[in-house]
């Protein structure tokens, strides 16, 4: 075979860029005039295939949603739908995340997260099992409401200083919570999961541990340690995104702090109030 040959057998000739940026050229179908190229038909059928759908994937469909698509948007421009309020604030979401990760994005590849990072975390902050004893409170409770719980979970709490083996009765009898049936065991759980007000109460606690009532946004909790994990049994993988969480996190509290001390704001604190 000559090498003419082989290199037209093994498909070389086709791949040159001249022929690539041709190929992406060409056009796959045209909507009112607007143009649908083939490089944007192939990544939206290279999408299609990566994900689980009832319907099969077939390169007709897949131009038809995209027809469909621009239909879609010229019927929204033509009824300037983008200048409605809802519409105009989801763009401006858009925006926003796209212009930060635009930003950070050459400091978040450079993140690491490193076995050590993770048993620093781990630490400090300890997976415990728990149950809890929950008296609800709405999201922003009226005073008579808040009370009521209070007062209720400290004749709970009274009740198991004297009797703390009763802990999952009185939680199935009480409990708000969808735990109450099995005795309030939630089992365990990564502080990230936890409310932090829920997570302080139990932190450094031994098992058999029972909390005196703690509010969190949910309500009242009378909580009981369980039992705590050890660092061998933990999942790594899960920390380790909550560590990269945490370092991310910092990249963009160090982001915004640059650009607040950059910008005239004013923050009227009587309506914090």
Do not use: W
Not at 101 to 110: A, M
Not at 174 to 192: E, L
Not at 200 to 222: C, E, L, M, N, W
């Amino acid at each position: 075979m000559t090498a003419f040959k082989l290199i037209l057998a093994l498909g070389l000739l086709s791949a040159s860029p001249l022929a690539l940026s041709q190929k992406d050229n060409a056009v796959v179908a045209t909507v009112n005039g607007k143009e649908i190229k083939q490089s944007e038909f192939e990544e939206s059928y290279r999408q299609n295939m990566m994900f689980v759908s009832d319907k099969v994937v077939t390169k007709e469909k897949v131009i038809n949603d995209l027809i469909n698509r621009e239909l879609g948007i010229m019927r929204a421009k033509k009824t300037n739908l983008d200048q409605e309020p809802i519409v105009k604030k989801k763009m401006e979401d858009v925006l926003y995340h796209a212009q930060v990760s635009k930003d950070l994005e050459p400091k978040l590849k450079k993140i690491v997260v490193t076995d050590d990072d993770v048993k620093d975390y781990y630490k400090a902050h300890p997976e415990y099992r728990t149950a809890h004893i929950l008296f609800r409170l709405e999201a922003v409770p009226e005073i008579e409401q808040a009370k009521a719980a209070q007062d209720k979970a400290r004749e709970v709490y009274a009740q198991l200083k004297e009797e703390p083996n009763k802990f999952a009765e009185l939680a199935n009898r009480y409990s708000q919570s969808s735990t109450a049936a099995n005795g309030g065991d939630i089992g365990f759980q990564p502080a990230v999961r936890l409310a932090p007000e829920y997570f302080d109460a139990i932190k450094g606690k031994s098992p058999g541990h029972i909390t005196s009532p703690v509010r969190t946004q949910f309500g009242y909790h009378i909580i009981k340690v369980l039992a705590e994990k050890d660092y061998e049994s933990i999942n790594t993988a899960l920390y380790k995104k909550v560590v990269y969480d945490i370092k991310r996190d910092a990249i963009m509290d160090d982001y915004f702090a640059d650009l607040r001390q950059k910008a005239k704001i004013k923050v009227n604190e009587e309506h914090l109030k």
